[in-house]
């Protein structure tokens, strides 16, 4: 038998992202399993049944590309890749601070993962990161030398990639985009600092600007009522059918929004002039909306004319764009024979 | 006769320094002639009469370390680097937009070089990614993998180094830290921006916001003074000196200054995470009164707590570092025979 597969895990909060891909980067299973917040080996011990389970060919409910047929078991992984929310020591293999995590924080990653996973080559990575990889190998950042990546999510990540290697810095803490200060004395961040592009772009900062906007006397009877109707339950989606259909107020929020979202995007181009930049996470489906005035902000402010029209497009893998990247990660930093 | 000397050449608006470094980096020469605005070739002439002279132990006015005795001729020449304001075209060897030396704009430096060396072969690089060159060989950034620099003159320019390597990015446009937007409402830059770091921490803004906060009811009689007195002769060196005797307002000012820094350093450290940052140029000069509430800002800005404490040092070289750093450069880029 062969172990020619590789394994990619992303952790999230609730749950568990998983794919199996071949040597050639086929998808060949796409699954997830729930998160245990305060149990990392039973978490990864579920991952390792489920992952057996649908090598078997005996799983039912997951997504399944080709056949699974004759895969067999976990002897055909040749390695494991695991992403995770927040900062991922990659010399110690334990994970740092971790606002989505904060159950699994100081765990000693690797240790884990070869209690579940044997004596499998395994690979650590933070999940943003690990998202831009798998859009780098396989995404919207194919055939790319340099790319940055910002994750609109309910928080705002980032990752950088130059030379066709993640940039995860000195003390492994590069990445943080959004964290970057847009202006000292904006709204307030999560991270308790003021004027985070976090605080205007994240879902948590865009749905507050919306409850704004709408005690706003100007805003428009759809717009008010949206939020009214909806309170706490209210999603960034529908803002952006909103903004779809021409709502003023929705396109004001989402321009804002994108302009934050240029001025960051811009002083990334004029740091590190990349080959590409790459918007992912779920306030990103807002499409144009955001990244129309996004785009009009960078021209505005990158100095090298040569670089004022660095592409800032979508994310194309989606929601399992960390444990794709995750699978190449190992794919790429198993020892060749 | 061996070639195993290296000339450096930095070229500003006014003048162009040099130096000749041996193999083992040891500064032989150190040198300045003055900048033909208009006239590459000329600048170029003047350069390579005036080394030779040196060379030929038969100056007398340049600052000369070490015994010239013997050294000959431009024989002794392996490499010419050359360091140039504005967006250096590493490909084509052209220099693109360049506020400093207008009249240089869309020479073909590597051409020019050879008009006046021969077959050397030639390096070329924008002069703050020299400059941050020089401190990483021989300077403030020395031991280290990875560097960001700032550089406080006139206007703001930076550099980045990654992996031992000068980041120039996908179109030469990297390392535009100046214009890194702090505030989309800040005060107007010479780029045509608002709220550009250059718009705060280049001499020119800073000599305006000096001149603002003279006008304001709190100034002190000494700052007011010093500001009415010497009008469009003040100093970022006399403010600093004030500020050295204690003056509130120009300690204000400084600190403003430092924060403004900090909130680019903090940004930096949170998408790089770098060994360390330097900070270069004249304004850089007021030292402390700039960089303890720049390290303050710093530390409240980076999400990364392993990352929180990145050493920002002031620039050791003093104003020949980008004339070393071309030097190194040439040294570095000569193929090994």
Chains 1, 2 share one sequence.
């Not at 999510?153 to 990752?159: F, I, N, Q, Y």
């Not at 492994?172 to 004395?185: K, N």
């Not at 909306?289 to 990158?302: G, M, N």
């Not at 090298?304 to 764009?321: C, D, F, K, Y």
Request: charged share 15%; aromatic share 4%; net charge negative.
């Amino acid at each position: 038998m062969t172990a020619d597969l590789f394994l990619g895990a992303d952790v999230g909060g609730t749950g568990l992202k998983y794919v199996v891909v071949s040597a050639s980067g086929l998808i060949i299973i796409r699954g997830e399993v729930p998160t245990a917040p305060d149990d990392v080996g039973a978490t990864l011990e579920r991952l390792r049944e489920a992952v057996s389970e649908d090598l078997s060919g005996k799983s039912a409910g997951n997504q399944v590309t080709g056949s699974t047929e004759g895969l067999g078991s976990l002897g055909h992984l040749a390695a494991v890749g695991l992403a995770c929310a927040g900062i991922v020591d990659l010399e110690s293999g334990s994970l740092g601070r971790s606002p989505n995590l904060p159950g699994w924080e100081g765990t000693d990653l690797t240790s884990q993962l070869h209690r579940a996973f044997g004596s499998l080559p395994v690979t650590l990575a933070n999940d943003v990161n690990a998202a831009l990889y798998g859009e780098f190998k396989a995404g919207a950042g194919m055939g790319c030398n340099s790319l940055v990546m910002i994750a609109l999510g309910t928080g705002v990540g980032g990752g950088v990639l130059l030379n066709g290697q993640l940039h995860t810095g000195a003390h492994f803490g590069a990445g943080e985009i959004g964290h970057m200060v847009l202006d000292p004395r904006g709204p307030t961040c999560t991270c308790g600092g003021q004027g985070c592009l976090e605080a205007w772009a994240g879902s948590v900062g865009l749905l507050r600007s919306a409850r704004a906007a709408a005690s706003g006397s100007d805003s428009t009877p759809a717009f008010r009522n949206l939020v009214a109707d909806r309170g706490s339950e209210l999603t960034t989606r529908e803002l952006s059918a909103l903004a779809d259909a021409g709502d003023m107020t929705s396109l004001d929020l989402f321009r804002e929004v994108g302009e934050r979202l240029g001025q960051a995007v811009g002083n990334l181009v004029n740091i590190l002039d990349p080959d590409r930049v790459i918007i992912g996470g779920g306030v990103a489906q807002a499409g144009d909306h955001i990244l129309k005035p996004c785009r009009q902000q960078v021209a505005r402010q990158v100095l090298a004319e040569t670089a004022r029209t660095v592409p800032v497009i979508p994310a194309e893998l989606g929601p399992h764009a960390a444990a794709v990247g995750a699978a190449w990660l190992a794919r790429e930093s198993r020892p060749t024979a």
